[in-house]
């Protein structure tokens, strides 16, 4: 049973940093795709970023040049630093793995970007 858990969520102010770490277990991870997406309250969940088994990586534009997604297939973990945090990141922040067609998340983690 593949199972993805989220850490690493919090309360920041505006310029600030958040790293969150997601960690696979149950299947293989370095043979998938991954990434985070995000849902802000009365809003649709939206792609943050994604990198592929190979190590390409895309970002939507609301986050380049301020968020970076890297992955260890060692510790199957997929990681998203967040820098120059803004209050219209606050949202509920989610990773997936894709495994043979079917997509997996994890429960969420909150982040919250307020002065």
């Known amino acids: 049973q593949v199972q993805l858990v989220e850490s690493g969520g919090g309360l920041v102010q505006p310029g600030g940093s958040l790293r969150l770490s997601c960690a696979a277990s149950?299947?293989?991870?370095?043979?998938?795709?991954t990434g985070w997406y995000r849902q802000a309250p009365g809003k649709q969940r939206e792609l943050v970023a994604t990198i592929t088994s190979g190590g390409t990586t895309n970002y939507a534009d609301s986050v380049k040049g301020r968020f970076t997604i890297s992955r260890d297939n060692t510790k199957k973990t997929v990681y998203l630093q967040m820098n120059s945090l803004k209050p219209e990141d606050t949202a509920v922040y989610y990773c997936?793995?894709?495994?043979?067609?079917?997509?997996?998340w994890g429960q969420g983690t909150q982040v919250t970007v307020s002065s």
């Open positions: 997936y793995l894709l495994v043979r067609g079917i997509i997996h």
């Open positions: 149950g299947t293989l991870f370095s043979s998938y795709n």
